[in-house]
Every structure is written in structure tokens, then in C-alpha cells.
Nanobody
Framework: QVQLVESGGGLVQAGGSLRLSCAASGRTFSGYTMGWFRQAPGKEREFVADIDWSGGMTSYTNSVKGRFTISRDGAKNTLSLQMNSLKPEDTAVYYC?????????WGQGTQVTVSS
């Protein structure tokens, strides 16, 4: 059974940092692109960042470029998102995702709240 379990969310003041982690289990994720989405209250889920299976290619939504860094450890099946210079508009539930072609797995989400 595939499981993606996020951790590291919490409450932080604007300008602060958090590091999210995602532990993947249940299969090998070689070849999978992994990433983060987020959903704020009353808004649609949106793409944040992703990283290819080799860890060599990353992409970010414009609003987090220069502030967030995505990384993965293939040997440990873990995914991380370092979030710096957090803003109140970054407040959302953050979801880990793993995708290969039509196969897509989601975590249960972790809450990030940034106070002004």
C-alpha cells in the first residue's frame, strides 16, 4: 500500500522558516516526479514545486521562487520543502504528491500557518 506522510507543518511568524518532509513507502519511487501542492481556505489546490526522479530538475510556482527549495533523497524515499521568508499568503494545507504517467499518489496534508 502506497503511503505519503507529510510532517513539519506548524505556526510561524511572517519572515520565518519551516521545513516540510514527506516520507514515501509502499513501493519504489524511482522514475516518479514528486512535488508539493497547497490549498488555502476557499481556494483551489495549486502547484507549489516539483522535482524529477533524479533530483536534477526542479520547478516552482512564481510566488515561491527564491524562497522555497525542494529536494529529495531517493535512497530514503523522502521529499523535503525548505520554506524561507514565509508570508501570510503561504498559509495553506501542503500536500506531498508522487506521479508517474497516470499514477498519482497524495499525502494527507500538513497545515502551515503564517501569522502577520
Amino acid at each position: 500500500q502506497v503511503q505519503l506522510v507529510e510532517s513539519g507543518g506548524g505556526l510561524v511568524q511572517a519572515g520565518g522558516s519551516l521545513r516540510l518532509s514527506c516520507a514515501a513507502s509502499g513501493r519504489t519511487f524511482s522514475g516518479y516526479t514528486m512535488g508539493w501542492f497547497r490549498q488555502a481556505p476557499g481556494k483551489e489546490r495549486e502547484f507549489v514545486a516539483d522535482i524529477d526522479w533524479s533530483g536534477g530538475m526542479t520547478s516552482y510556482t512564481n510566488s515561491v521562487k527564491g524562497r522555497f527549495t525542494i529536494s529529495r533523497d531517493g535512497a530514503k524515499n523522502t521529499l523535503s520543502l525548505q520554506m524561507n521568508s514565509l508570508k501570510p499568503e503561504d498559509t495553506a494545507v501542503y500536500y506531498c504528491v508522487a506521479q508517474l504517467a497516470r499514477l498519482k499518489y497524495w499525502g494527507q496534508g500538513t497545515q502551515v500557518t503564517v501569522s502577520s
